[in-house]
Protein backbone atom coordinates (compact mmCIF):
# COMPACT_ATOMS: atom_id res chain seq x y z
CA UNK A 1 0.00 0.00 0.00
CA UNK A 2 1.59 3.51 -0.68
CA UNK A 3 1.85 6.16 1.64
CA UNK A 4 -1.68 8.41 0.51
CA UNK A 5 -3.57 4.96 0.72
CA UNK A 6 -2.13 4.90 4.64
CA UNK A 7 -3.12 8.21 5.13
CA UNK A 8 -6.70 7.75 3.93
CA UNK A 9 -7.04 5.06 6.18
CA UNK A 10 -5.78 7.03 8.81
CA UNK A 11 -8.21 10.30 8.25
CA UNK A 12 -10.80 8.47 9.41
CA UNK A 13 -9.32 7.91 12.63
CA UNK A 14 -8.33 10.29 15.75
CA UNK A 15 -5.03 8.53 16.38
CA UNK A 16 -6.07 6.83 20.30
CA UNK A 17 -5.55 3.13 21.02
CA UNK A 18 -9.05 2.19 20.59
CA UNK A 19 -9.06 2.71 16.76
CA UNK A 20 -6.26 -0.10 16.44
CA UNK A 21 -8.47 -2.95 15.98
CA UNK A 22 -10.73 -1.33 13.25
CA UNK A 23 -7.63 -0.09 12.07
CA UNK A 24 -5.85 -3.55 11.43
CA UNK A 25 -9.11 -4.71 9.87
CA UNK A 26 -9.23 -1.90 7.12
CA UNK A 27 -5.73 -2.63 6.57
CA UNK A 28 -6.55 -6.62 6.14
CA UNK A 29 -9.18 -5.80 4.07
CA UNK A 30 -7.32 -3.66 1.58
CA UNK A 31 -3.80 -5.51 1.20
CA UNK A 32 -5.33 -9.39 2.76
CA UNK A 33 -2.55 -9.17 4.80
CA UNK A 34 -1.04 -6.85 7.53
CA UNK A 35 2.79 -6.13 6.31
CA UNK A 36 5.55 -4.93 8.46
CA UNK A 37 5.33 -1.75 6.96
CA UNK A 38 1.52 -1.49 8.01
CA UNK A 39 2.45 -2.43 11.53
CA UNK A 40 5.27 0.32 11.56
CA UNK A 41 2.84 2.90 10.30
CA UNK A 42 -0.32 1.81 12.54
CA UNK A 43 2.27 2.70 15.53
CA UNK A 44 3.73 5.65 14.64
CA UNK A 45 -0.15 6.95 14.11
CA UNK A 46 -1.24 5.32 17.23
CA UNK A 47 2.03 6.01 19.36
CA UNK A 48 2.37 2.83 20.62
CA UNK A 49 5.12 0.16 20.13
CA UNK A 50 5.18 -2.44 17.06
CA UNK A 51 5.56 -5.04 20.06
CA UNK A 52 1.97 -4.15 21.20
CA UNK A 53 0.49 -4.60 18.05
CA UNK A 54 2.01 -7.78 17.55
CA UNK A 55 0.46 -8.66 21.04
CA UNK A 56 -3.11 -7.53 20.43
CA UNK A 57 -3.08 -8.77 16.70
CA UNK A 58 -1.66 -11.71 16.75
CA UNK A 59 -4.64 -12.70 19.93
CA UNK A 60 -7.02 -12.30 17.03
CA UNK A 61 -6.95 -15.51 14.52
CA UNK A 62 -8.55 -13.45 11.59
CA UNK A 63 -5.40 -11.23 11.37
CA UNK A 64 -2.64 -12.41 9.08
CA UNK A 65 0.78 -11.20 8.52
CA UNK A 66 2.18 -12.68 5.76
CA UNK A 67 0.76 -12.26 2.44
CA UNK A 68 -1.63 -14.44 0.53
CA UNK A 69 -1.42 -16.72 -2.36
CA UNK A 70 -2.70 -15.74 -5.61
CA UNK A 71 -5.48 -17.91 -5.36
CA UNK A 72 -7.12 -19.23 -1.79
CA UNK A 73 -8.65 -22.51 -1.47
CA UNK A 74 -10.73 -22.67 1.90
CA UNK A 75 -12.37 -25.68 3.05
CA UNK A 76 -15.26 -25.60 5.36
CA UNK A 77 -14.70 -26.86 8.31
CA UNK A 78 -17.91 -26.36 10.36
CA UNK A 79 -20.10 -28.54 11.85
CA UNK A 80 -22.51 -28.93 8.91
CA UNK A 81 -19.64 -29.75 6.22
CA UNK A 82 -17.46 -31.62 8.73
CA UNK A 83 -20.07 -34.19 9.45
CA UNK A 84 -20.33 -34.48 5.92
CA UNK A 85 -16.84 -34.80 4.71
CA UNK A 86 -15.06 -31.54 5.06
CA UNK A 87 -12.17 -32.90 6.60
CA UNK A 88 -11.42 -35.38 3.76
CA UNK A 89 -11.24 -32.50 1.53
CA UNK A 90 -8.80 -30.61 3.53
CA UNK A 91 -6.76 -33.78 3.65
CA UNK A 92 -7.01 -34.13 -0.26
CA UNK A 93 -5.90 -30.29 -0.45
CA UNK A 94 -3.21 -30.97 1.89
CA UNK A 95 -1.75 -34.09 0.00
CA UNK A 96 -2.18 -32.72 -3.40
CA UNK A 97 -0.10 -29.54 -2.58
CA UNK A 98 2.29 -30.63 0.22
CA UNK A 99 0.78 -27.95 2.57
CA UNK A 100 -1.05 -28.13 5.59
CA UNK A 101 -3.80 -24.78 6.42
CA UNK A 102 -2.80 -21.99 6.84
CA UNK A 103 -0.04 -22.75 5.01
CA UNK A 104 0.53 -21.56 0.86
CA UNK A 105 2.51 -22.90 -1.72
CA UNK A 106 5.99 -22.23 -1.61
CA UNK A 107 5.44 -20.43 -5.29
CA UNK A 108 3.31 -18.54 -3.62
CA UNK A 109 0.55 -19.43 -6.34
CA UNK A 110 -1.97 -21.44 -3.80
CA UNK A 111 -3.14 -20.23 -0.06
CA UNK A 112 -5.00 -22.79 2.05
CA UNK A 113 -7.12 -21.96 4.44
CA UNK A 114 -10.20 -23.31 6.64
CA UNK A 115 -13.84 -21.28 7.20
CA UNK A 116 -15.60 -22.11 10.55
CA UNK A 117 -18.90 -21.64 7.98
CA UNK A 118 -19.30 -20.27 5.00
CA UNK A 119 -22.85 -19.61 5.26
CA UNK A 120 -24.53 -22.12 3.07
CA UNK A 121 -24.87 -25.48 5.56
CA UNK A 122 -27.15 -27.11 3.85
CA UNK A 123 -24.53 -27.67 0.79
CA UNK A 124 -22.04 -28.88 2.40
CA UNK A 125 -19.43 -29.93 2.53
CA UNK A 126 -18.57 -26.62 0.80
CA UNK A 127 -15.26 -25.21 -0.55
CA UNK A 128 -14.30 -21.72 -1.81
CA UNK A 129 -12.03 -21.19 -4.20
CA UNK A 130 -11.32 -17.68 -4.43
CA UNK A 131 -14.57 -15.68 -4.45
CA UNK A 132 -16.73 -18.73 -5.59
CA UNK A 133 -18.21 -21.26 -3.55
CA UNK A 134 -18.34 -24.86 -5.03
CA UNK A 135 -21.11 -27.01 -3.10
CA UNK A 136 -21.67 -30.78 -2.49
CA UNK A 137 -17.47 -31.24 -2.88
CA UNK A 138 -16.30 -34.83 -3.67
CA UNK A 139 -12.73 -35.53 -3.14
CA UNK A 140 -12.50 -36.90 -6.75
CA UNK A 141 -13.97 -33.80 -8.17
CA UNK A 142 -11.76 -31.07 -6.06
CA UNK A 143 -8.62 -33.20 -6.91
CA UNK A 144 -10.14 -32.60 -11.03
CA UNK A 145 -10.52 -28.80 -10.08
CA UNK A 146 -7.42 -28.50 -8.32
CA UNK A 147 -5.54 -30.35 -11.27
CA UNK A 148 -7.27 -27.61 -13.61
CA UNK A 149 -5.69 -24.72 -11.07
CA UNK A 150 -2.44 -26.49 -11.55
S1 LIG B 1 -20.72 -25.33 8.13
FE1 LIG B 1 -19.96 -25.22 6.12
S2 LIG B 1 -21.17 -23.70 5.22
FE2 LIG B 1 -21.86 -23.72 7.25
Not at 51 to 59: K, L, S
Amino acid sequence: MKSHEYDKIFSKFTGVEGDLIPLLIQIQERDGYISPEAIRRVARFLKISENQIYGVATFYPKFRFEEPGKKTIKVCMGTACHVRGGKFLAEAVGWHFGISIGQKTPDNRLDFQRATCLGCCTLGPVVQIDEKIHPRMMVTQLMQMLREHE
